[in-house]
Nanobody
Framework: EGQLVESGGGLVQPGGSLRLSCAAS????????INWVRQAPGKGLEWVSG????????YYADSVKGRFTISRDNAKNTVYLQMNNLEPEDTAVYYC?????????????WGQGTRVTVSS
């Protein structure tokens, strides 16, 4: 069974940096596009960033563009989210999501999330 495990969250001061990791197992990671999605306290899910299966194309929400960088290492079955110049508004639980559309069906996996708190 496929699994995603996020790590790297924590408490950081405004202006600081964190790097989140999402490690995959149990499925062919290199076939899947990956997204980072976050949920702030009391709010719904917000898409943050995405990367195609080969890593050639990346996407960012306007709220994080220029501050966050998504990357992946298919040899390590891991995707990263480098977060710089963090703001209190970035406080949330961050989830990674793997998805693939094949034969008219979506295949998707979710991690359990890692909490990021930006506060002085």
């Amino acid at each position: 069974e496929g699994q995603l495990v996020e790590s790297g969250g924590g408490l950081v001061q405004p202006g600081g940096s964190l790097r989140l990791s999402c490690a995959a197992s149990g499925f062919t990671f290199s076939n899947y596009d990956i997204n980072w999605v976050r949920q702030a306290p009391g709010k719904g899910l917000e898409w943050v960033s995405g990367i195609t299966n080969g890593g050639g194309t990346t996407y960012y929400a306007d709220s994080v563009k220029g501050r966050f960088t998504i990357s992946r290492d298919n040899a390590k079955n891991t995707v990263y989210l480098q977060m710089n110049n963090l703001e209190p508004e970035d406080t949330a639980v961050y989830y990674c999501n793997a998805k693939r559309f094949v034969d008219l069906r979506w295949y998707t996996y979710w991690g359990q999330g890692t909490r990021v708190t930006v506060s002085s």
